[in-house]
């Protein structure tokens, strides 16, 4: 079975633009989680699709916002980019209910 | 929130020897417990988990314990290899969805 992938994996912008970046789960998994993970703050949990449904969100800004497709696949969104949103960005996938998420490798936005 | 604190943040011992790595949560109505190893550049893997009715779970070389009434959770990595090398992070999560707290993680060298 194919695991997690995430696209693009690296990415390079300037402030104030904005980025989408995409996440295809494994085959079957319904539930789309997406983390911010930097060197200072960790893993920090963003939000989380079930069934093209926001289940579960974070504590970030309005900026940053997701949506699940039918297939599963989700993608997220970040607005009005600042440098503070450089990070490596990493999706979780997993099957319905409370399941092992099972991470893409990620990312890596960088904010000049 | 759920509030999950991890230490120590690094840990080094010499191979052959025995690794513990703590975690405690403040929220008792987590009752998933997973840990992860993130190796340098790669995706955090899903190393063992635990859920809130097990008080201990093995798998080869690698235990995991809870204590529900003291809301703590330690990893045990008996018989140490350098490959065991990596960043190691807890996470709780509740039965609310797939939305995980991370600890701050631990970084063990495992010296020959």
């Known amino acids: 079975k194919a695991g997690v992938t995430q696209t693009p994996r690296y990415l390079i912008k300037t402030r104030g633009q904005q980025v989408t970046l995409s996440c295809s789960p494994i085959?079957?998994?319904?539930?789309v989680s997406w983390y911010q993970q930097t060197p200072g703050q960790g893993l920090q949990f963003l939000f989380e699709?079930?069934?093209?449904?926001?289940?579960n969100k974070g504590n970030f800004p309005g900026r940053f916002s997701g949506r699940q497709f039918s297939n599963s696949r989700s993608e997220m969104n970040v607005s009005t980019l600042e440098l503070g949103d450089s990070a490596l960005y990493l999706c979780a996938s997993s099957l319905a209910g409370i399941n092992e998420q099972f991470f893409g490798p990620g990312t890596r936005l960088t904010v000049l | 929130g759920e509030n999950v604190e991890q230490h120590p943040s690094t840990l080094s011992v010499q191979e052959g020897d025995s690794a513990v790595i703590k975690c405690t949560y403040s929220?008792?109505?987590?009752?998933?417990f997973p840990w992860y190893k993130q190796e340098l550049g790669k995706r955090p893997q899903l190393i063992i988990d635990?859920?809130?009715?097990?008080g201990e779970k093995k798998d080869q070389r690698i235990a995991v314990t809870l204590n529900k009434t003291a809301k703590h959770f330690s990893l045990h990595i008996t018989e140490t290899q350098p490959e065991d090398s990596a960043v190691y992070f807890c996470?709780?999560?509740?039965?609310?969805?797939?939305?995980?707290?991370f600890g701050t993680g631990t970084s063990l060298t495992v010296i020959p």
């Open positions: 996470a709780a999560s509740k039965n609310t969805g797939n939305q995980f707290y």
């Open positions: 699709y079930f069934s093209e449904t926001q289940r």
């Open positions: 085959s079957g998994h319904r539930s």
């Open positions: 929220d008792s109505a987590s009752n998933y």
């Open positions: 635990i859920r809130s009715n097990v």
